[in-house]
């Protein structure tokens, strides 16, 4: 089986790949990226040399590369991860997701839709990872969000999500594509490009800078181990129904201030600090425009029907997180600096 995988060399790609790569070497792994500032091909080093691997750079809104890749290395199944993803960047450049999130999306499913209609879709599946915050925000006692909770996206990001989610079913019940999704709550872990929550804190507080925490930090938000993630995609795309949704979440919610200050504890008893001397570089700054008060995933659909569930506690994970950021001084040292962007000149131009 020949799989593409989009958005291989970002946060949660990467660790897909890896998993896919070295728990099915039977496969062939495709790994598409058009290597965009949150695309870091240095997260993949160390299976980079797989017989079963290969990486290619590429942009899903030029539908003329993509009908070009699918009828050169004709994917047997897609499993489509890549997306432009960062709210703030959202609020001032909507544009750019709608270009990448909407119309690579749909680029895609014109090209897998000519290559395997034609001989039937029977060992074809395209699976469409999406995210919660298609679902809108709900209150402090507002329940959770189940696969039947309606759309209400808030923010450029999630509006882009959510119709990327629509043309994916829409071409299910149009053209009968054996498709499935799955929409995650806030991913952490290994490899986090420094601009989101936890690794944005973490190194503000080994630099001793001030941590900036939105509003109050009332916010809620449901927490996944990137690695848990990684096995609820393995499971969704082996054993899922073709068109059903699944809802992922790590059944951990937390407080936006609640999280920095464990943060802060973990991090002092790392460093050798007095307990709560990090805690003094939170500062408070003007809440994001349309900020979601809190998402909350309901996980038992896939828990109960695929049998996956979270494998670490969110202190587990985070204590794993932080020590793999000190483990890693150079990766981050190299993402921070831009450095890492020659990674894909340096080690695959010449190939």
């Known amino acids: 089986m020949k799989i593409l995988i989009t958005g291989g060399a970002g946060f949660i790609g990467s660790h897909v790949v890896r998993l896919f790569v070295t728990k099915y070497p039977e496969y062939q792994i495709l790994n598409l990226d058009a290597l965009t500032y949150a695309g870091n091909l240095e997260n993949l080093r160390d299976i980079e040399d797989r017989p079963n691997y290969r990486f290619i750079k590429g942009d899903l809104t030029d539908q003329a590369f993509v009908d070009q890749l699918f009828a050169t290395e004709q994917p047997d199944s897609v499993i489509h991860l890549a997306a432009e993803s960062h709210v703030d960047r959202s609020i001032t450049d909507p544009l750019a997701f709608v270009k990448t999130n909407v ?41 959770m969000f189940t696969e039947d909770t309606p759309y209400d996206p808030r923010s450029p990001y999630s509006a882009s999500k959510a119709s990327s989610d629509h043309f994916v079913r829409a071409w299910f019940h149009t053209y009968h ?29 080994q630099k001793g800078e001030a941590i900036p925490v939105y509003g109050r930090g ?62 003094q570089l939170i500062k408070f700054v003007t809440d994001r425009a349309g900020h979601d008060l809190r998402y909350a995933i ?42 890492y962007q020659d990674y894909y000149r340096q080690q695959y131009a010449a190939r």
């Open 103 to 143: 119309l690579g999306t749909v680029h895609l499913l014109n090209a897998a839709r000519h290559l395997w209609q034609p001989n039937g879709y029977e060992g074809h599946v395209f699976y469409h990872v999406s995210t919660d915050e298609v679902y809108g925000s709900l209150e402090m006692d507002g329940g």
């Open 298 to 339: 309901d996980s038992s659909k896939i828990m109960n029907d695929l049998g996956w569930k979270p494998s670490v506690t969110f202190e587990q994970g985070l204590r794993q997180t932080v020590d793999w950021y000190f483990e890693n001084q150079e990766w981050l040292e190299r993402v921070t600096s831009g450095a």
């Open 218 to 279: 009332e916010n809620v938000r449901d927490w996944l181990f990137v690695k848990d993630h990684a096995t609820a995609i393995d499971a969704v795309f082996h054993s899922g129904k073709v068109g059903e949704t699944y809802n992922i979440g790590g059944v951990n919610e937390w407080k936006n201030i609640d999280l920095i200050h464990l943060l802060c504890d973990v991090m002092d008893e790392k460093l050798g600090k007095a307990q709560g001397a990090s805690r």
């Open 177 to 205: 594509m054996p498709v499935k999704i799955s929409n995650c709550s806030n991913n952490y872990g290994p490899n986090h490009f420094p601009e989101k929550l936890i690794p944005l804190a973490l190194h503000r507080i």
